[in-house]
């Protein structure tokens, strides 16, 4: 490109008229062509040949005047030249801002359109906050949540409808942040009440920053919870009466035995106390037994022995980090389903974990071993910890044992519970430390598809 300008240039010094078009206008008008594509040292180059050329072959007069006439020239030359290439130069920057910012501007508006579908189909309400507690914005979930389908949500205050999230103290530094979880009321356009769950964020960056608020109505969560709840009680109960019962009947059974032997006694045969007594402890072991009578109804639950350890992981795990306690797990893969309800078995599981907890504290060896194996058709979970042992082993699935700081009764209804699922809950003596195992039936399903 540079060679094409210096023969331009050539050309047109060789071939200038000799009419009134100036000589000067035959060197720029090349240099100014050459300002659009050439960058800025090559066209000083071409600048400084041009200004040769013009002296070399213009006409001579004196020495100084054709200095300064040189110098004038070249800064004309370079002056004009430069003007014209930081014009281009800035052309093509304001093209390629242009450009820029229309992508931009493209992706900003793929951007919002992504946040809005997401925004508008989120099952979860979702809130702006301005510094007055009040509501910028609000998505459709947050207009049903409320039963606001009329209304729009924008201006009012939050404490219409949220209470707790007006009185939150907004950050007040610049680099203090909110990033929190909390669970509140709240209350719907016709008065009623709600559990809410809310996830907040937001910082203090500038006057007009805003608080971001998702909401989940746990109402149904509540309710299945509490439910559930009442019936795990229910069953729980219903086994712990089971089992005091065998209990009762037992000893009804000794009493009835010693009244039969007492009856021997001359004198005893016609007292109305002692036939009254008979009567009492016959009439209370047919009470007892009346609870043992199994429930036909009662459908036989599964339970997936994997999920069960994974919930019990999540609720122990935080607790015997606290204390610097280390559970160890060793879960194989491909448990069988076993016959068992999946939250009494999480009761027994966790009374155990938390009996362990409490042998390991203070100790310097703090671990437990959770460990799951099959074993001749049946599963068998062993609880292993380091703690000190247990000095009778033999008074451990009594009821009202208060050597430890419990009620007395959690070994011996958790037994009454594994045993309820046709399982049991026994005592393996370790050299130090205990160990609780856990045996449970395998369903039929596993065993046929085992077997195949």
Not at 147 to 175: M, N, Q, V
Not at 330 to 340: C, H, T, Y
Not at 430 to 452: D, E, I, K, M, Y
Request: net charge neutral; proline share 4%.
């Amino acid at each position: 490109m540079t060679l094409i300008f210096i023969a331009a240039l050539t050309a047109a010094v060789y071939m200038r008229p000799s009419g009134p078009v100036s000589i000067t206008l035959l060197y720029l008008a090349p240099l100014l062509l050459a300002a659009v594509y050439l960058p800025r040292n090559e066209l000083l180059a071409l600048v400084a040949l041009s200004v040769v050329l013009r002296a070399l072959l213009g006409s001579r007069t004196g020495e100084q005047e054709w200095v300064s006439e040189s110098v004038l020239t070249a800064a004309a030359f370079a002056g004009s030249s430069l003007f014209v290439s930081e014009v281009v130069s800035g052309r093509d920057r304001v093209r390629h801002e242009r450009r820029r910012l229309e992508a931009e501007n493209a992706l900003r508006k793929e951007a919002e359109e992504q946040l809005r579908i997401l925004t508008e189909t989120s099952p979860a309400a979702i809130l702006t906050i301005d510094r007055d507690y009040r509501i910028r914005l609000a998505n459709r979930a947050a207009h049903e949540m409320l039963r606001l389908d009329d209304t729009d949500l924008s201006g009012h205050a939050i404490g219409e409808y949220f209470p707790l999230l007006a009185g939150l103290p907004w950050p007040d530094k610049k680099d203090q942040s909110i990033r929190t979880t909390l669970e509140c009321k709240g209350r719907r356009k016709d008065g009623e009440v709600f559990p809410a769950h809310v996830w907040l964020s937001g910082s203090a960056a500038d006057s007009d920053s805003l608080l971001a608020a998702i909401i989940l109505d746990t109402s149904e969560e509540l309710r299945d919870r509490e439910a559930m709840g009442f019936e795990q009680i229910m069953k729980s109960s219903s086994i712990l009466v089971r089992a005091v019962s065998h209990e009762i009947r037992n000893v009804c059974a000794a009493i009835c035995v010693v009244h039969a032997n007492l009856r021997r006694l001359p004198g005893l045969q016609r007292n109305e106390d002692f036939e009254a007594l008979g009567t009492l402890a016959e009439g209370l072991g047919k009470l007892v037994s009346s609870e043992l009578r199994p429930d036909s109804q009662r459908a036989v639950a599964e339970a997936d022995l994997s999920e069960v350890l994974d919930e019990l992981r999540i609720i122990i795990e935080p607790s015997f980090a606290e204390e610097d306690a280390v559970v160890r797990w060793m879960i194989p893969e491909g448990l069988p389903r076993v016959s068992a309800d999946r939250y009494g078995l999480l009761h027994v599981f966790m009374n155990l974990a938390r009996n362990s907890q409490r042998a390991v504290r203070g100790r310097a060896d703090r671990r437990l071993v959770i460990a799951a194996a099959e074993e001749r058709g049946r599963v068998a979970v062993r609880f292993t910890d380091s703690g000190g042992g247990v000095a009778r082993p033999d008074l451990l699935f009594q009821p009202f044992q208060h050597a430890g700081s419990g009620t007395g009764l959690g070994l011996y209804l958790s037994r009454a519970i594994a045993r309820s699922y046709a399982g049991d809950l026994t005592f393996e003596p370790q050299a130090q430390g205990a160990c609780f195992v856990v045996t449970l039936p395998v369903t039929t399903r596993n065993r046929g598809t085992a077997s195949a």
